[in-house]
Nanobody, 117 residues
Framework: QVQLVESGGGLVQPGGSLRLVCTAS????????MGWYRQAPGKQRELVAV???????NYVDSVKGRFTISMDSAKNTVYLQMNSLRPEDTAVYYC???????????WGRGTQVTVSS
């Protein structure tokens, strides 16, 4: 079982930046992939960005060029640098981890990101 703890959310004005941090603990041996999902009120949870231990990453189209995901495998920590934030980025952001491609998802409790003037 992998436990995930997120930090770094908050309130920011449009055009601002935030950095989300998620650290895994517990059965963290050979985590294959970590990443971030988000869920806005009344909407389904969507993938924002994921990265594998090998360094391959994927982003949802709406954040490409604005968000950057990175992972420190030695620290079992994943980061999401969010720049040029927009009101439509407002959501609860959830950290996700998978030990293998077929293993169940592990989820953090979420951190609120609000982009508003």
């Amino acid at each position: 079982q992998v436990q995930l703890v997120e930090s770094g959310g908050g309130l920011v004005q449009p055009g601002g930046s935030l950095r989300l941090v998620c650290t895994a603990s517990g059965s963290t041996f050979s985590i294959w992939r970590m990443g971030w999902y988000r869920q806005a009120p009344g909407k389904q949870r969507e993938l924002v960005a994921v990265i594998t231990s090998g360094g391959s990453s994927n982003y949802v189209d709406s954040v490409k060029g604005r968000f950057t995901i990175s992972m420190d495998s030695a620290k079992n920590t994943v980061y999401l640098q969010m720049n040029s934030l927009r009101p439509e980025d407002t959501a609860v952001y959830y950290c996700n981890a998978k030990r293998t491609s077929s293993s169940p998802n592990s989820w953090g409790r979420g951190t609120q990101v609000t982009v508003s003037s």
